[in-house]
C-alpha cells in the first residue's frame, strides 16, 4: 500500500511530506511513515529536515476515528520524542488548521515557520480530552503557564501572529510556504542555529496559589466537564515534575479521558455533526443553485438576526418589511446588535459597518424580485404565512429558493400556497440568530433535490449546523420540546417549585432549566397556541394549569417582569416568588392532586425521558434520518450538555433496556402519555442499542 507520507531530498534540505487528505490526520499509516522517514534521515545526506503537509491544512490532530480502538504503534507521543531527539535541525512548515496532535508535532520540531493565514490550537477539550501527546509539557515550555493554560482550556485556534507572540511559532511567511520553509532550513543550517528541544526550556516558577485560582476558573467555565481540569492537573506536572515524568502523567490522564464517557459523548458529537450535513440518497457533488443575495421577510428580532447572519458571511441582504416605521426599527435592533458585537471585541468597527452595509431595507415585494433566496421570518400565523408565499411566488424571479422560518406549520401547506413548491423548504433558526448554531432544515414533500443541497451547504457558509427534518407539528426539536416541558409542569404541580425542576436540570448540565426557558420565550405564545385548538385538543391540563394562570395574572415571563419567577427590574436577576407557589398549590388543589415531594432523580428522568421518547419515535417515522441528527439538534439548539452526547446517544449510554424500564414504570405511575415508543421496545427486544441499529439503516 502506498503511504501517505513520502520523502525526498531538495538542495540538501529533507522534506517529509504528509499527505492524508482531508485534513492530513495523524493515521497510523501518517504515524508510521513520519517514523520511518525520520530514521531515514539519521543517516542521510540532508542537512536539515522540513516536515509540511499537502492538502488544505498541515496535520489537523490525531484521527478521531481511531480513538476508542486498540492503539497501535507508533504511538504519537513517542514519535513526537523521536522527532525531537532528531540530530539534524527539523522545521515544521504549517499551513491551514494545526490542531491538537498536529500541533503537538509542530512543538515537537526545533523551529516553526508559518503562513499568514495559519490557525493554531488545541481543540481537544472539545473532545473530551486535552493534549496529549506532550502539549501540556511543552506549551507552557515556550508560553508560560497561564497563555498555555487559556489555550489548551478554551479549544479556539489563534492566527500564526498571535502564535508568533506567543512563541509558538518562529516565523511567519505570507507566501510560497514550501519555498519559504527550504531558505528557512538552509539559513538556519548556514548560521549553525542550535537544535532547539521545547523539552529543555526552563518552566516559569508558578505559584501553587495561581493553579488553585484556575482551577476554580476552570471549574466554574467547564460547567460538569472534567477534561479542562484534567488538563490543568498535566499542565501541573510541567512544573512539579521533569519532562519525562510530566508525559507519563499526561499520557496516563489523557487516557483516563480516552475511556470515559464524557469524551465518548464529545466525539459521537463530533461525528454526528458532520453527518448530520449529508442527505441520505444524494451525492456529496449534487447539483446546487447559486446563492449571492438573500431577501428576509419581517424585521423582528428573527428577521434581523437572520439578516445579520447572511451578512457576516458576505451575502447581499434585503430586509422587507410592512412600512417605513417597522422597517426603521427593525434596522435599528441590528445597528444595535453590530454595536454590541463591537463593544464585546467580537468585530472591528470597520468589520461591524462592512457587514451592515450589506443589509438593505425595503417596503415592496418587487424588491426582492432578484433575490436568489427568500426566507419569511413573520411571526407563527398559518394563514399569513400563505399569503406571503402567494406573493412572492408573483414578484420573485424563476429558480429562487422560497424559505419559511416557521417553528410548527405545515412547510408543505405553505409551499401549497406557490405554483412552485419544489423550490419551497423550511429554515428554522434558533433565537438569538445571529448566535445559535444550529439551522433545522425542513424538507416539504415536493422540495427538489437542489434545493435541499443548496441550503444544506449554504447552512455552512453562514456557519450553521444544519440537520434536516421531514414535516411534522414543531419538527424535530420543538416537537420533542413539547414532552420535556409538559414534564417539566407536571412536576411543578405534583409537588416541585420552579427551582427544584430548573435546578435539578441545570445541575444534570442543560444550560438552562425548562421553567426558565419558558419565561424566557413568553408563556403567552403556549396559551395562544392552545387558545386556537379546541379543548379536547389541548393536552392534559395539569400540564399547563399553571402556566395558563399565571399568564391570565399578566405574568408572561421575562419580557413582562415575572413568569414562573421575578425578575428583577434593574439587574434582570431571577428571583423565587411565592406568589408563584402560591398559584401552584391552588391549582393544584382544583384539580385534586396532593402534592408531594419530587427528587431531583425523579425529575431529571422525567424529563430526559420523554425527550429520548419523543426522539425515538421521531426517527421511527423517518422524520429525522438517524438518532445522531437528533443529539446535534438538541446539542446545537437546546443547551443539552454535548458531553452527554445528545438524549440518544445518552439512552445508548445508560442502556435501552433501563431506559425502557424506568418509562414503563412512569406509564403505570403517571398514564399512557408515557406509552414506550415501538423502536425502544424493538430495540430491547433485539439486543441493539440505537447506535448498531442505525449503522444497519
Ligand atoms: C488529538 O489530536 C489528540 C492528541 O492531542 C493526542 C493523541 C495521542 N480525524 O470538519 P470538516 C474528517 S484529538 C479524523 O467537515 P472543515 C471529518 O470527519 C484531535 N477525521 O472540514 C470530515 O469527514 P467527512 C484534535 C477527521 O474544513 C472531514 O475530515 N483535532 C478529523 O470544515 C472534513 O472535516 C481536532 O479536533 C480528525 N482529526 O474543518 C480537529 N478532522 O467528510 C477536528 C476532520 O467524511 N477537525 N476529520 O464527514 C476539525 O476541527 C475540522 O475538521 C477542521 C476542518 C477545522 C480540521
Redesign the pocket.
Known amino acids: 500500500m502506498n503511504s501517505p507520507v513520502s520523502y525526498e531530498i531538495v538542495d540538501s534540505i529533507g522534506v517529509i511530506t504528509v499527505d492524508n487528505p ?2 492530513n ?2 493515521s497510523h499509516a501518517v504515524r508510521e511513515g513520519i517514523l520511518d522517514a525520520i530514521h531515514v534521515t539519521k543517516s542521510d545526506e540532508s542537512r536539515a529536515v522540513v516536515i509540511l503537509c499537502a492538502g ?2 498541515f496535520i ?6 481511531e480513538f476508542g480502538k486498540p492503539p497501535l504503534e507508533p ?3 513517542d514519535l513526537l520524542n523521536e522527532i525531537e531527539a532528531s540530530e539534524k535541525v527539523v522545521i515544521a512548515a504549517l499551513h491551514g ?1 494545526v ?4 500541533f ?1 508535532t509542530a512543538l515537537a520540531c526545533h523551529y516553526r515557520i508559518a503562513l499568514d493565514s495559519a490557525k493554531v490550537g ?3 477539550v ?2 473530551g ?5 506532550g ?1 501540556t509539557q511543552r506549551v507552557p515550555r515556550l508560553t508560560g503557564i497561564e497563555a498555555a493554560v487559556e489555550l489548551m482550556a478554551s479549544g479556539n485556534p489563534i492566527g500564526a501572529a498571535q502564535a508568533a507572540d506567543l512563541g509558538l511559532v518562529d516565523k511567519v511567511v505570507s507566501d510560497d510556504l514550501r519555498q519559504a520553509a527550504l531558505e528557512y532550513a538552509a539559513d538556519l543550517v548556514a548560521s549553525g542555529a542550535p537544535i532547539r528541544r521545547t523539552r529543555d526550556l526552563d518552566v516559569e516558577a508558578v505559584d501553587d496559589g495561581v493553579f488553585v485560582a484556575m482551577q476554580a476558573e476552570l471549574a466554574k467555565r467547564a460547567r460538569g466537564q472534567i477534561a479542562p481540569l484534567k488538563m490543568l492537573e498535566a499542565v501541573k506536572g510541567a512544573v512539579t515534575m521533569p519532562f519525562e515524568e510530566g508525559l507519563l502523567q499526561e499520557r496516563a490522564l ?1 487516557w483516563e479521558l480516552m475511556q470515559g464517557s464524557q469524551s465518548r459523548a464529545l466525539r459521537h458529537i ?2 454526528a455533526e ?2 448530520a450535513a ?1 442527505i441520505k440518497g444524494l451525492p456529496r457533488d449534487a447539483t446546487r443553485r447559486e446563492i449571492q443575495s438573500v431577501g428576509i421577510i419581517g424585521g423582528g428580532t428573527m428577521g434581523g438576526g437572520i439578516a445579520m447572519s447572511f451578512a457576516n458571511a458576505g451575502f447581499a441582504v434585503t430586509m422587507l418589511e410592512i412600512d417605513d416605521e417597522a422597517l426603521e426599527r427593525g434596522l435599528s435592533i441590528i445597528d444595535r446588535n453590530y454595536g454590541g458585537s463591537v463593544k464585546r471585541g467580537k468585530l472591528s468597527e470597520d468589520q461591524a459597518k462592512t457587514c451592515r452595509d450589506r443589509i438593505a431595507g425595503a417596503t415592496d415585494y418587487a424588491s426582492l424580485a432578484d433575490c436568489d433566496l427568500v426566507i419569511e421570518a413573520v411571526f407563527e400565523d398559518p394563514q399569513l404565512k400563505k399569503t406571503i408565499f402567494a406573493k412572492l411566488d408573483g414578484v420573485c424571479k424563476d429558480g429562487a429558493i422560497l424559505a419559511t422560518n416557521t417553528s410548527y406549520q405545515d412547510v408543505d401547506a405553505i409551499a401549497a400556497a406557490t405554483g412552485r413548491p419544489q423550490d419551497v423548504l423550511g429554515m428554522h433558526f434558533f433565537s438569538p440568530a445571529h448566535i445559535m448554531k444550529l439551522l433545522e432544515v425542513v424538507r416539504g414533500a415536493k422540495t427538489a433535490d437542489d434545493v435541499l443541497a443548496t441550503v444544506m451547504a449554504l447552512a ?1 457558509k453562514i456557519r450553521k449546523v444544519p440537520v434536516m427534518s421531514g414535516v411534522c407539528y414543531g419538527f424535530i426539536g420543538n416537537r420533542m420540546l413539547g414532552p420535556y416541558m409538559r414534564e417539566g409542569q407536571l412536576c411543578l404541580i405534583e409537588g416541585s417549585t420552579p427551582s427544584d425542576i430548573d435546578t435539578a436540570m441545570q445541575e444534570w448540565g442543560m444550560a438552562m432549566g425548562p421553567l426558565s426557558v419558558g419565561d424566557l420565550a413568553g408563556l403567552d405564545i403556549g396559551y395562544k397556541a392552545r387558545a386556537a385548538l379546541p379543548v379536547e385538543e389541548r393536552g392534559d391540563p395539569k400540564s399547563y394549569r399553571v402556566s395558563d394562570a399565571l399568564v391570565e395574572m399578566g405574568r408572561l415571563g421575562q419580557k413582562s417582569g415575572a413568569g414562573f419567577y421575578s425578575y428583577d427590574p434593574e439587574t434582570r436577576k431571577k428571583l423565587s416568588d411565592p406568589a408563584v407557589l402560591e398559584i401552584v398549590e391552588r391549582e393544584a388543589a382544583a384539580l385534586g392532586i396532593e402534592r408531594r415531594n419530587i427528587d431531583a432523580g425523579e425529575i431529571v428522568d422525567r424529563l430526559i425521558y420523554a425527550l429520548v421518547n419523543e426522539g425515538l419515535k421521531i426517527v421511527e417515522e423517518g422524520i429525522a434520518q438517524r438518532p445522531g441528527d437528533i443529539d446535534v439538534v438538541y446539542v446545537y439548539g437546546y443547551g443539552f450538555p454535548a458531553w452527554r452526547g445528545g438524549p440518544m446517544h445518552y439512552a445508548d449510554e445508560v442502556g435501552l433496556e433501563k431506559v425502557l424500564s424506568r418509562i414503563n414504570e412512569f406509564r403505570q405511575r403517571f398514564g399512557d402519555h408515557w406509552a414506550p415508543a415501538p423502536l425502544l421496545v424493538q430495540l430491547v427486544e433485539e439486543d441493539l442499542t440505537l447506535a448498531e441499529w442505525a449503522a444497519r439503516q
Open positions: 482531508p485534513v490526520a495523524l488544505r491544512t489537523a490532530g490525531a484521527d478521531i476515528t504511538y504519537l507521543p488548521t490542531l491538537g496532535g498536529g503537538e488545541f481543540p481537544e472539545k473532545l480530552l486535552f493534549p496529549g501527546a502539549g489523557f463530533f461525528f458532520r453527518e449529508k455552512k
